[in-house]
């Protein structure tokens, strides 16, 4: 448009009655500078306010005098197509504009801006294609295509990633003159896959020397995220890796996007309006762009796309399978008695038998699932669980030599007693990383440990060459060549997830797994603890699709998510009434929706047909209370806690 003389913009505002657009004048000062997708300062309400540039027109529909922009970045940090996809954002999770903006791009850093961003470099399709040559495993999926991917470990080297088939089709992607996006959950993840990309000679993008891979991580520093990002959203680098926020990554012209590892929690933002990164590459590839949703184990969120046909399942054989994973055994409770006391160690004797042979062969893992020292304790008179005088939760050991606290609130318990028998002495039921830490190195003598854990450390992929890593889920170090051996120590469905915790389970230890040598080449894995049969079937014949396919039919018998989208609402009792009332959810006689009754609002279980709708007429309530200073929260899909 010539001479635009008017900018509608979005507020940095959380009062939801403020999402809505508002008109600014431009300054002459400014005409060649503001753009759509501009990042601006402009005055409201006596102060300055930041706020992005959604439109520009010769007029506005305002009566009054418009206040003019005061300041704008120099260069624009979103496209027209960004700003679509983060209202469908928004709107998707009944959240502001601004807040999806927020978490789509970085902070801006002045240096960056600065730079002379000239055409991208005519060499890309050369690199890219070279890289797609040397690639050996297929791609998996084209613009268009949806898959959801239950991955295999590659065969080396063995990491926490898949890389070799997501970046193979990166790769087909970008000598295309699209743009693939592959999310990963972590910096370790993040990591492995640009390893895999340098192997195929592709170089990660920076602002002196170019590339053809930009990466944008939270552990670099504003510069490199903010370069990166204008790179990818420029097409100087049409292969983009990061975490959770590069789902939203605006891109020249978008080929694919690959989720890895989908069904990690990690992937859903902590920050209002709480998108996952599954979805969103979802809503991406609505608009036309391929997709892969792939891991070593899946959501049931992921498979209920390929129940309804919108996606198709991509799964090994069980050739395959045999060919490339460790023999899994499940150490179950009756060969556990059948070794007498020695079994019910938190290391079996048959175990630890196994370990010693195996450490000499190369380095062996041993996975304990809960950090920390003691996570929980008994009375060791009678056996009853000790509890905290104050809440009656239950009571661990933050160390060797102190006193019992309270895992809910951390009371101290100076003096304990057991209320049952008045005995004094506690004993360890759930031991955590440390705990065991101390026992293994007294155990192992002369061979190396490694301890990999939050309070520990986490050891760098490759560091390890010999001996006993000890690690929690996630923390685990990949070693060349794949562990020889890998223990599980008190496997179970983890406390305190809500609905999925099987599956949890099973992404937990199949993950471990993966890091494992294959079982021709002697790796093995041993589980010990109490696992379901679900999980134990799902463990030991590594079939977690199925097991993912399976919740996902239950669930839908239940009318429980994905089946059906869950709304909550917090707030006062007449705002939340108001909103169950508007959205249809108390007068449902077809008993299609569920309302949950909470002790501060109210959680709602919807048909998905109608979810939209519901999430709308949430929202107008909201933006409603707020113009009178009322609050009401409203979070969409997020965590369903069953009653136990």
Not at 100 to 105: D, E, F, G, I
Request: net charge neutral.
């Amino acid at each position: 448009m010539k001479n635009p003389s008017v900018a509608s913009v979005r507020l940095d505002s959380p009062l939801p009655h403020l999402d809505r657009p508002f008109d600014y004048s431009i300054p002459e000062s400014l005409a060649e500078v503001i753009a759509v997708g501009s990042r601006v300062r402009v005055p409201f309400a006596g102060r300055l306010v930041s706020a992005v540039v959604t439109r520009l027109a010769r007029t506005s529909s305002f009566s009054g005098d418009l206040s003019a922009v005061r300041s704008a970045s120099a260069i624009p940090s979103y496209t027209p197509a960004a700003l679509g996809l983060a209202e469908r954002i928004a709107r998707r999770y009944g959240g502001s504009l601004w807040d999806v903006l927020r978490l789509m791009a970085p902070p801006r850093a002045a240096s960056v801006e600065k730079r002379e961003w000239a055409d991208p470099p005519e060499s890309l399709t050369y690199a890219y294609g070279a890289a797609a040559k040397r690639a050996t495993a297929a791609p998996l999926a084209v613009m268009g295509e949806r898959v959801v991917w239950e991955a295999l470990p590659d065969d080396e080297p063995r990491t926490t990633v898949a890389s070799a088939r997501l970046i193979a089709t990166a790769a087909a992607t970008a000598v295309t003159g699209a743009t693939a996006i592959v999310v990963a959950p972590d910096a370790r993840a993040v990591a492995a896959l640009l390893a895999e990309c340098e192997r195929l000679g592709l170089a990660r993008w920076t602002a002196r020397s170019g590339g053809t891979v930009a990466v944008l991580d939270h552990d670099d520093g504003p510069a490199v995220r903010f370069g990166s990002y204008i790179a990818a959203m420029r097409g100087h680098a049409r292969i983009v890796i990061g975490t959770r926020p590069v789902a939203m990554q605006p891109v020249p012209k978008l080929g694919v996007i690959a989720v890895w590892d989908e069904a990690n929690g990690g992937l859903e933002d902590m920050h209002a309006p709480y998108p996952h990164a599954r979805t969103v590459a979802s809503m991406r590839a609505e608009d036309g762009a391929g997709m892969v949703l792939g891991g070593y184990a899946l959501s049931a969120d992921s498979v209920a796309l390929v129940e309804h046909g919108w996606a198709r399942l991509e799964a090994p054989s069980r050739d395959e399978v045999r060919a490339r994973v460790p023999a899994v055994d499940v150490l179950t409770a009756e060969r556990r008695d059948a070794e007498g006391g020695a079994g019910w160690h938190w290391m079996p004797g048959s175990v630890w038998r196994a370990v010693r042979k195996a450490v000499a062969e190369g380095p062996v893992a041993i996975v304990v699932p809960r950090a920390g020292y003691v996570r929980a304790a008994a009375c060791a008179r009678c056996e009853h669980w000790a509890e905290c005088r104050e809440c009656g939760s239950l009571l661990g050991l933050p160390s060797h030599d102190a006193e019992p606290v309270c895992l809910d609130h951390a009371h101290p318990q100076t003096d304990w007693h057991c209320p049952e028998c008045q005995g004094s002495a506690l004993k360890h039921v759930r031991q955590g990383a440390d705990r065991i830490a101390e026992q293994l190195a007294r155990m192992l003598g002369e061979v190396p440990l490694t301890v990999s854990t939050a309070s520990a450390g986490v050891v760098d992929d490759h560091t390890v060459t010999e001996g006993v890593v000890l690690a929690t889920p996630g923390a685990i170090p990949a070693v060349d060549g794949g562990y020889r051996h890998l223990v599980v120590t008190d496997a179970g469905v983890p406390a305190g997830t809500g609905l999925g915790g099987e599956l949890k389970a099973i992404r937990w230890w199949l993950g471990a797994a993966a890091l494992v040598r294959s079982r021709h080449q002697a790796g093995a894995v041993t589980i010990v603890g109490d696992i379901p049969p679900a999980v134990s079937r799902a463990l030991s014949t590594w079939s977690p699709a199925q097991a993912a396919l399976d919740e996902y039919r239950e669930r839908s018998a239940l009318g429980l998510p994905p089946h059906r989208r869950y709304v909550t609402l917090q707030g006062e009792r007449d705002l939340v009434d108001e909103a169950l009332l508007r959205a249809g959810a108390v007068d449902d006689f077809s008993g299609a929706t569920t309302v949950i009754d909470m002790p501060d609002g109210a959680g709602v279980l919807v048909p998905r047909s109608r979810g939209q709708d519901v999430v709308d007429a949430v929202r107008e309530v909201q933006r409603e209370a707020s113009k009178v200073k009322r609050e009401l929260r409203v979070r969409v899909d997020g965590p369903l806690e069953l009653p136990r």
